[in-house]
């Protein structure tokens, strides 16, 4: 939040990400950069290119497709909705995150929802990891490598 960014693009320039390892230099031995993928199949690449650019420091994941996925791996979702189709939409945000924060009466909350749901959602990081599995493990054996 300090500084708060405003959307992936920001998220993804280097000159505001030099700015910030070099607010938190000392203070930070890595920084986990994770933004959504967003059916952009090119987003990999540039995380490349900023992994490469500020190396070591930097750990930068692709959420598939949204950050919101791994949110929603973590409730109890309606009977109707089938993970794979979840995992599977190009747009699982909208579909998906934004009827489920409607339906729990949370969208007006923090983030639309997120704040809600997610603090509910952490507390089921085992349902998390085993539907989203690639993704942790990914996460894990990087962070392993870097550190």
Known sequence: QDPLLQGVNEALKSENLRDIAEQYKGKVDIFVLCVDRDGNTGRRQRLDQIETEFAPKFLCVNAWEELEVWLLAGLDLPKEWRWQD??????PKK??????????KVSDGPGGGRKTLGEEAARNLLAIRQKCQEDFDMIAERLEQVL
């Open 86 to 91: 979840i995992r599977g939409d190009l747009n």
């Open 95 to 104: 579909r998906f995150f934004d009827d489920l924060a409607n339906r729990r």
